[in-house]
C-alpha cells in the first residue's frame, strides 16, 4: 500500500530471462489511507463485484496510478508504448478469502489497457480459484525460473525463495514445485509502529534496534493455529493481528515481530519434503536487519545459508513486478500460472484476461 513497482522483463514464458530496468512510484499519504479504507469497506463483501463504501473511488485511484507509472517509466528509460508487448497487472488486493474461493483486487485492467495502448493481463487469480486453489502464491513458477539462472557458486544447491512482504511466503524449487504461505512479514511490524508512533515502517529496523524479544508474545504467535495447517496454504494480511499497544514498549515489540517473521519462515521450511540448504530472500523484510539475522540464525541450526536475492544476483524489489510481467507472458502462451503444489488447484491452469490496448 505503500505504492507501485514496475519492472521490465523479456522473457519466453519459461527459462529464457533477461531483466529490464525497474522503478517505483509511490503513493502519496492521503492515497495510503484511501487503499488501508478500501480494506475496511472491502471487509464484508461476499462478490467480486462488490464497491461498497469508498471501492469504486478507491478502484479508479488505482488505476489512475498505475496509468501514471507506466507513462512515467516508459518515458524515463525512453521506451514507446509500441514496443512493450504487455503488461501483468495485478492490481491492489483488499480481501483474499481462499477457504471462500474468494479474492478481490481493485483495478480496471480495460481501462489500463485503453489509456496505456498495450495489452494488459489482468484478474491473474480467480481461474485458480475457480479449479479449486487458493489463488495464492503466484510467484513460484517465476522462482524456480530464477532458480536456473543463479550465479554458478549456488547451482546444485537445494534452494527455497521467500518473499517477506506483508506476509511472508516460500517457494520450494525442487520436485515437485511448492509454495505456501508462511506466516506474517512486515504487515504485523508496519501495524505496530504506525499505531504506536504514527510512521508507515520501521525504517532499516531502527526502533527494534532498541528493544528486546519478549517471549512470551512471541510463543504467543508461534501457537496460532495457522501453523499446523496442512499445504497447501495462504494468508489475508488480516489473519494475523498486531498486539495491544499496552503489551509492550513499541521497541520491544517490534524486536519481537521480527523475530516472529523469521521463526516463521524457517518452521515452514519443516513441512517441505527435503530441508533447502538455501534460502533466498527478497521483498522488503530483507531491508530489515533484525529478521536477517534471525533467519541466518535459525537456518544455522539446519545447515543451511540465508542470502539476499542481490547475493543470487538478482533485484529483490523488483522480484514480484518481474513475475507479473513473466506471468503475463506465460498467460498470453497459455501456459500455466499455478499448480498443485502451489496452490492446491486440481491440476495445473492458466489464468487473467486480456485486455487489447
Known amino acids: 500500500m505503500d505504492g507501485i513497482d514496475i519492472a521490465m522483463l523479456e522473457t519466453d514464458g519459461k527459462d529464457r530471462i533477461r531483466r529490464g530496468p525497474a522503478g517505483f512510484q509511490p503513493y502519496r499519504a492521503k492515497e495510503s489511507d484511501r487503499i488501508r479504507k478500501a480494506l475496511e469497506d472491502a471487509a464484508g463483501c461476499r462478490r467480486r463485484e462488490d464497491r461498497p463504501g469508498c471501492l469504486s473511488e478507491v478502484e479508479e485511484l488505482v488505476t489512475d496510478r498505475h496509468v501514471d507509472a507506466v507513462t512515467k517509466f516508459l518515458s524515463d528509460n525512453g521506451l514507446e508504448p509500441s514496443g512493450i508487448d504487455c503488461i501483468g497487472f495485478h492490481g491492489q488486493t483488499v480481501l483474499h478469502r481462499p477457504d471462500e474461493g474468494f479474492t478481490m483486487q481493485l483495478g480496471d485492467g480495460e481501462r489500463l489497457a485503453r489509456e496505456t495502448g498495450i495489452d494488459c493481463i489482468y484478474d491473474m487469480r480467480a481461474n485458480d480459484m475457480v479449479h479449486g486453489g487458493q489463488g495464492a502464491p503466484l510467484v513460484p513458477v517465476y522462482h524456480q525460473a530464477l532458480s536456473r539462472n543463479l550465479p554458478d557458486e549456488y547451482q546444485g544447491r537445494l534452494a527455497a525463495f521467500v518473499n517477506i512482504g506483508g506476509i511472508s511466503n516460500i517457494s520450494f524449487v525442487g520436485e515437485p514445485l511448492l509454495a505456501f504461505d508462511c506466516g506474517p512479514g512486515n504487515a504485523l ?82 513441512l517441505l519434503p527435503e530441508q533447502p540448504d538455501l534460502w533466498i530472500i527478497a521483498g522488503g523484510g530483507r531491508h530489515n536487519p533484525h529478521i536477517m539475522a534471525d533467519l541466518a540464525r535459525f537456518a544455522l541450526s539446519t545447515g543451511a545459508q540465508v542470502i539476499s536475492a542481490e547475493q543470487a544476483g538478482f533485484d529483490g524489489d523488483a522480484m514480484e513486478a518481474e513475475c507479473w510481467a513473466y506471468l503475463a507472458v506465460r498467460s498470453v502462451m497459455g501456459l500455466p500460472l499455478t499448480f498443485p503444489g502451489t496452490t492446491g488447484v486440481k491440476h495445473p491452469v492458466s489464468g487473467g484476461v486480456l485486455a487489447r490496448g
Open 189 to 270: 511490524i508496519d501495524q505496530w509502529v504506525q499505531a504506536h508512533v504514527g510512521i508507515p515502517y520501521d525504517d532499516g529496523g531502527m526502533i527494534a534496534s532498541e528493544g528486546a524479544v519478549n517471549q512470551l508474545m512471541a510463543e504467543r504467535y508461534r501457537a496460532h493455529p495457522f501453523f499446523e495447517q496442512p499445504l497447501p496454504k495462504s494468508l489475508d494480511r488480516n489473519d494475523f493481528l498486531p498486539p495491544n499497544v499496552s503489551e509492550a514498549s513499541v521497541e520491544d515489540g517490534a524486536r519481537t515481530l521480527a523475530e516472529v517473521t523469521a521463526r516463521a519462515i524457517v518452521d515452514g521450511g519443516r
